[in-house]
């Protein structure tokens, strides 16, 4: 009898999509302009592709992406969309989303793991305006306002060579601004992609579209 029950609650976990443990099941869709599989994971309440290059993400509330400094705050729960590259590449995307409360968050991530990682934000500010933010996570995060914007959108890349990345913004697609320039000391085994969080509200969407992949860098990746 013992025995039946174990069984029970293993196939109940895993029909819900997590394991017993608590961490979800990767599960995984296609976008055509993204050469690679995308897994989904930390249990998005609305994963949906649109067309060849339209991906729309909805999170729950309280969710995060952060490690705060001083060690005392590391919630990474953020439901994201991922897929392993190149080693050196382009990925551009369009992110819209309706900001409404303070760290509603809309990102393109690159992420190792736990302790290295990093995202590039469409967020809104504690003032609530829509801000262009950078986080660089190495076992910390290190936590950047850029830019703050009108528009319900903004255009995002990050590039990467080897172990050289930078972040660019754009308010049309065209003409980009470099926003950060780093290094991480990522390994092989890096995923990118796509990240939607909460911190204070009940839920949050997003619409990620334009999506772009491409391994050919431009000259300079200072200058995109």
């Known amino acids: 009898m013992r025995n039946c029950i174990i069984i029970l609650l293993f ?3 895993h029909l819900n999509g997590t394991h017993l443990f608590g961490q979800p099941l990767a ?3 296609k976008l055509n302009t993204v050469p690679f599989e995308l897994k989904i994971i930390n249990n998005p309440q609305l ?3 649109n067309g060849d290059s ?4 909805t999170s729950i509330g309280k969710t995060n992406l952060f490690v ?3 060690n005392k705050y590391n919630v990474q729960n953020a439901p994201m969309v991922l897929f392993k590259p190149d080693s050196s590449f382009v990925f551009t995307a369009k992110v819209s989303a309706s900001l409404s409360e303070i760290y509603d968050v809309a990102a393109l991530v690159i992420y190792q793991d736990s302790n290295y990682w990093a995202k590039f934000c469409y967020e809104n500010s504690v003032n609530k305006q829509p801000t262009i933010v950078s986080v ?3 076992k910390f995060s290190d936590d950047c306002n850029s830019l703050t914007i009108n528009e319900k959108f903004a255009y995002l890349a990050i590039i990467k060579n080897g172990k050289e990345i930078t972040f660019h913004y754009s308010a049309d697609g065209k003409k980009w601004e470099l926003i950060r320039h780093f290094r991480l000391e990522t390994e092989n085994n ?3 992609g796509f990240a939607v969080h909460c911190s204070r509200g009940n839920g949050f969407s997003a619409t990620f579209s334009n999506i772009r992949y491409n391994s050919k860098l431009p000259d ?4 995109f």
């Open 11 to 13: 196939i109940s976990v």
């Open 27 to 29: 599960k995984k869709i």
């Open 47 to 49: 994963v949906k592709t």
């Open 54 to 57: 339209v991906l729309e993400l």
């Open 68 to 70: 705060n400094p001083n």
């Open 136 to 138: 660089v996570t190495r």
């Open 190 to 192: 890096i995923n990118i």
């Open 220 to 223: 300079n990746l200072r200058t």
